[in-house]
């Protein structure tokens, strides 16, 4: 909404034009449509490490004809680094930085937070209903994130958020990483963002089988169990390196709940 909404209408208003392109350092690519010329597809970068097209899935192929990712073809540790070390960048060794640009890599994100969130603390129930610890706001753990509980942690393994209930203002912790209660099978998302515009067709030979289509909102079985699904976080498709587009996720299914 910022970058490829208020920045290119702002572009378009300062330059007078609609034609003008923009370049972003994502680790992403585009190629041409077929069905729909004025638009584009979007491809994972080559380099898988640092790929960022799940950040873009939420932008319209109309928009994202408009940018260029010059870095999207690039493999960072081989080429990005070597352009930087012929340019005589002071960054062309600098290690990678894997904090938050807002917040900075020697701050936590839940400090950061509480400085705008109000901290209200709240009990951290066992999955069998015992209250094992206390938490300072639900904000400072997110689903799969290790809960350390003084007192209770370390005996038997790590405890792991699997969920929360804002109305209770509760977490709910589960003993060991390989909890089935932190792994989800099936999930419900929505509304849909599909950067065609469209919903492409699913066949049963694609990687990813889609259940149920209702409207624009979608039930979707992995074929694998995933870690740390949480209600929030976005659901991204891919068909091999296109990305499809995306979608909040609504709700989830434990691994425990299929048993």
């Known amino acids: 909404q910022i970058k490829f909404g208020v920045l290119l209408d702002e572009i378009d208003r300062r330059l007078h034009t609609s034609g003008a392109w923009f370049a972003t350092g994502h680790y992403a690519r585009t190629t041409a449509c077929e069905t729909h010329p004025e638009q584009v597809r979007l491809l994972r970068g080559v380099d898988r490490r640092k790929d960022q097209s799940y950040y873009l899935s939420g932008v319209s192929g109309r928009r994202l004809s408009r940018a260029v990712f010059p870095l999207g073809s690039l493999i960072k540790s081989q080429h990005v680094r070597q352009i930087a070390r012929d340019a005589r960048l002071v960054t062309a060794e600098k290690e990678e930085s894997m904090g938050i640009c807002f917040v900075g890599e020697r701050r936590r994100f839940d400090k950061f937070l ?146």
């Open 114 to 259: 509480a400085e705008y969130l109000p901290q209200r603390e709240g009990d951290v129930v066992a999955s069998n209903g015992r209250v094992i610890g206390r938490h300072h706001g639900l904000f400072t753990k997110t689903i799969g994130q290790a809960a350390s509980i003084p007192g209770v942690s370390g005996m038997n393994g790590k405890w792991y958020i699997y969920a929360k209930d804002p109305v209770k203002n509760c977490m709910y912790a589960a003993l060991g990483r390989e909890n089935p209660l932190l792994f989800s099978n099936d999930i419900t998302a929505g509304p849909m963002h599909w950067i065609a515009g469209t919903a492409p067709e699913f066949g049963p030979d694609n990687r990813l089988e889609l259940d149920a289509q209702v409207r624009d909102h979608i039930s979707v079985r992995f074929r694998d169990a995933q870690f740390g699904v949480a209600s929030g976080q976005y659901l991204t498709l891919y068909q091999g390196d296109v990305c499809l587009g995306s979608a909040p996720i609504g709700s989830t299914t434990d691994t425990a709940s299929n048993r």
